[in-house]
C-alpha cells in the first residue's frame, strides 16, 4: 500500500479532514480535501463535521483550526513548522505595546500566536484585511499587527492612519530587486503579480496585488498568459493547474538556493510520511489553554462574520 492509500484509507476509518496551505509540498496538496489560504483554511475548519482535523500548515494556522473546534482533535504534521512573522511578535512584548495605546483597536494578521491573537479585537487575513480595517470606525485609531509591509500597504489603500508592528516575513522579504529587474528585461511582456506582505519596492513593480487566493483568480480571470509571481514558490503548484496553458515563473530570491525562488522552511518541513504518521498516531496534536481560546475565539468569529458581509 503507498504512502497516499494509507493516508485515504486512515482519513476515512477515523473521520479526518486534510486541510493544506497553498505554501505545502505538491504530493501535500494533491492529498489534502482542501487547499486554501489562511482564510479559506479558517473558513473550513470553522465548518467542517470532521472528528480530526490534519492541519498541513504551520503552527498558527492549527492552533486557529483548533480555537474554533475545542472538541476536536487537530493534529499537525511537525510541530517545527513555525512561521517567522509569528516569531516577530512575542505575545509578552506586544502587550505591553498594546496597553501603551488603550483607545486603540487592535487587528492582527492571522499569522501570529494564539496568545497574541486573544489581545486583539479582530483577526484579519491578507484577503480580507482591507475590509476588516473598514470596519472600523475612523474615528477610533488602529493598531495593526504584526505585518508592517501588508500594514503599509492597508494604509496606502484605504489612506488610514495606523501604529504598526515592526514584523516582516522572511519569505517576502527574500526577493531581489535587482534580480527581479533583470528577470523583467529578460521577459518585458510578463506581468508581475505579488503578495501585498512583499517589501514595497516590490509592490511598486506589481500589476496586481492580492492573498494567495485573489492571485490565483487574477491569473484564471486575466488574458494575459504570462506571469512572474512574488510570493512563496508553493503556490505555483496549484496556479499552474488552475491555468495550464499559462507561463508562471517565481520571482527570484537574494538566495541563491535550487529554485532560484523563495520558500518557507518551515511549510516545506511536512512530508506525506510525516503526515501519514500524525493521522495514524493522532499526535501531535494541537493545545490552546481555555482561557487563551476564549480570549482568541471572539476576534476570530468577527473575522468570520465581516467577510461573510
Known amino acids: 500500500m503507498s504512502i497516499k492509500d494509507e493516508i485515504e484509507r486512515l482519513k476515512k476509518s477515523k473521520n479526518a479532514i486534510i486541510l493544506a496551505h497553498y505554501y505545502q509540498r505538491p504530493e501535500i496538496q494533491e492529498i489534502?480535501?482542501?487547499?486554501?489560504?489562511?482564510?479559506?483554511?479558517?473558513q473550513k475548519a470553522a465548518e467542517t463535521k470532521a472528528d480530526i482535523i490534519v492541519f498541513a500548515g504551520v503552527h498558527f494556522m492549527a492552533e486557529t483550526a483548533k480555537i474554533l473546534n475545542p472538541q476536536k482533535k487537530v493534529v499537525l504534521p511537525d510541530l517545527n513548522a513555525g512561521c517567522s512573522l509569528a516569531d516577530s511578535c512575542p505575545a509578552d512584548t506586544f502587550k505591553k505595546f498594546v496597553d501603551q495605546y488603550p483607545n486603540h483597536a487592535v487587528i492582527t494578521y492571522v499569522n501570529c500566536s494564539a496568545k497574541v491573537k486573544a489581545l486583539s479585537d479582530i483577526v484579519c487575513t491578507s484577503s480580507n484585511a482591507l475590509k476588516i480595517v473598514e470596519s472600523v470606525p475612523?474615528?477610533?485609531p488602529i493598531i495593526f499587527a504584526p505585518d508592517k509591509n501588508l500594514?503599509?500597504?492597508?494604509?496606502?489603500?484605504?489612506?488610514?492612519k495606523m501604529l504598526l508592528w515592526n514584523g516582516s516575513c522572511l519569505v517576502h522579504e527574500a526577493f531581489s530587486m535587482e534580480k527581479l529587474l533583470s528577470l523583467v528585461s529578460?521577459?518585458?511582456?510578463?506581468?508581475?503579480?505579488a503578495h501585498p506582505e512583499s517589501e514595497e519596492h516590490i509592490l511598486k513593480t506589481a500589476s496586481y496585488i492580492g492573498s494567495t487566493s485573489e492571485m490565483i483568480t487574477y491569473v484564471k480571470q486575466n488574458n494575459t498568459k504570462k506571469f512572474i509571481v512574488a510570493t512563496e514558490a508553493g503556490i505555483l503548484h496549484k496556479m499552474q493547474l488552475e491555468?495550464?496553458?499559462t507561463t508562471l515563473i517565481p520571482a527570484p530570491s537574494k538566495e541563491d538556493n535550487t529554485c532560484a525562488c523563495s520558500e518557507c522552511s518551515y511549510m516545506k518541513v511536512n512530508t506525506l510520511e510525516k503526515l501519514r504518521d500524525c493521522l495514524l498516531h493522532e499526535i501531535p496534536q494541537i493545545k490552546v489553554p481555555y482561557n487563551i481560546s476564549k480570549k482568541a475565539l471572539a476576534p476570530i468569529k468577527r473575522m468570520l462574520e465581516i467577510s461573510r458581509q
Do not use: C, F, H, Q
Open 32 to 42: 489534502a480535501d482542501y487547499v486554501g489560504d489562511s482564510l479559506g483554511l479558517s
Open 138 to 140: 475612523k474615528e477610533i
Open 151 to 160: 500594514g503599509k500597504y492597508i494604509m496606502e489603500k484605504t489612506g488610514r
Open 186 to 193: 529578460k521577459y518585458p511582456d510578463y506581468n508581475i503579480i
Open 243 to 245: 491555468v495550464p496553458n
